[in-house]
């Protein structure tokens, strides 16, 4: 079935870059995604990568896939306190919902 | 503001008491979805509509019914609350089921005591 697993904490000084790793289950999904949510909000759309990318770059985020391991990663460069948050990793698989990961919780320290 | 709506934002219910979480979005998307989340749980999937007209189960079902009103309005119902319903809910929508992204709502608190 399908599963994305995350690690639940990361801790980071400001100013430093922070990676958050996924592992999915599913070789079919189309899409991975990487969400953001902040204290009492929803869920908000960071950025995503179609399943045939390694690489994708915005600004200070850079998404990495590696299909064959199954494996997607977010980095933020230059991590700043506004970025503490948790980050939920999701996967789209044709024809269903999403699926989303437990959620990794960055706390950003100055 | 385009977007999706959730109502209400709080609610306290007995056990055994029901209930009716409504969700509608203006941005003329085909499908909504319905999301619990629990510390140390994620997000997991109640029910999904892809298009108007059409509904079905996700993950965590049981307890739950929810209606496609029109294509703005999906509704989440529960007939009769348990303490184990208690969690934050939260509506999203999206353009078909293979697009990419979806919108969620501001999310609703419940507590069942």
């Known amino acids: 079935g399908e599963d994305v697993e995350q690690s639940l904490f990361l801790s980071v000084r400001e100013g430093d870059s922070s990676v958050i790793n996924c592992t999915y289950t599913?070789?079919?999904?189309?899409?991975l995604y990487w969400y953001k949510q902040e204290p009492g909000a929803g869920l908000q759309l960071l950025t995503y990568i179609f399943s045939n990318m390694d690489m994708k770059q915005d600004q200070r985020l850079t998404v990495l896939l590696n299909k064959k391991d199954k494996h997607l990663s977010l980095r933020i460069a230059d991590t700043q306190t506004g970025d503490s948050a948790i980050y939920f990793c999701a996967e789209s698989i044709g024809g269903t919902a999403l699926i989303f990961g437990k959620g990794t919780t960055l706390s950003v320290s100055s | 503001n385009a977007g999706v709506t959730q109502t209400p934002k709080f609610q306290v219910l007995k056990t055994g008491q029901s209930m009716t979480l409504q969700c509608a979005q203006d941005m003329n998307h085909n499908s909504m979805y319905w999301y619990r989340q629990d510390p140390g749980m994620g997000l997991r999937l109640i029910y999904y509509s892809a298009s108007e007209g059409t509904t079905d189960k996700g993950e965590v079902p049981n307890g739950y019914n929810v209606s496609r009103l029109n294509k703005r309005e999906f509704s989440l119902r529960l007939e009769s609350a348990a303490p184990s319903q208690t969690s934050v809910y939260f509506c999203?929508?999206?353009?078909?089921?293979?697009?990419?992204?979806?919108?969620f709502g501001s999310g609703t608190r419940l507590t069942v005591v």
């Open positions: 999203a929508s999206s353009e078909d089921q293979d697009s990419y992204g979806y919108t």
């Open positions: 599913d070789s079919s999904s189309t899409y």
